[in-house]
Nanobody, 130 residues
Framework: QVHLEETGGGSVQAGGSLTLSCAASGHTYRTYCMGWFRRPPGKGREGVAAIDSTGPSTYTNSVKGRFTLSVDNGGKTVYLQMTDLKPEDTAIYYC????????????????????????WGQGTEVTVSS
């Protein structure tokens, strides 16, 4: 059974930085697509970023240039480095994963659509104060 666990959430002031981690366990898959989604207060969940084991990554426009994805340990750990945080980045951040080749990909890049991801973590809260 695949298990995803997020860590690294917290409270920061605007302009600050946080790095979220997602540790995947319970599998031996080599092919993966790992993503981060978030749910701002009072809003629906939205895609933030995703990376496929073949290399391509995708970022939603509002975080481009500020957030960076990286993976370690063959995809077992994925990091979301967040810099220049803004109050609108306040949300519960969820790690998501899928282990079917190409499942998250479209036209050569990961797509930030929830239905493509089959495994989810419980979420970690990020609060950015102005």
């Amino acid at each position: 059974q695949v298990h995803l666990e997020e860590t690294g959430g917290g409270s920061v002031q605007a302009g600050g930085s946080l790095t979220l981690s997602c540790a995947a366990s319970g599998h031996t898959y080599r092919t993966y697509c790992m993503g981060w989604f978030r749910r701002p207060p009072g809003k629906g969940r939205e895609g933030v970023a995703a990376i496929d084991s073949t290399g391509p990554s995708t970022y939603t426009n509002s975080v481009k240039g500020r957030f960076t994805l990286s993976v370690d340990n063959g995809g077992k750990t994925v990091y979301l480095q967040m810099t220049d945080l803004k109050p609108e980045d306040t949300a519960i951040y969820y790690c998501a994963a899928v282990y079917l080749p190409g499942r998250c990909m479209e036209d050569g890049a990961p797509v930030l659509e929830e239905f493509r991801f089959g495994y989810w973590g419980q979420g970690t809260e990020v609060t950015v104060s102005s």
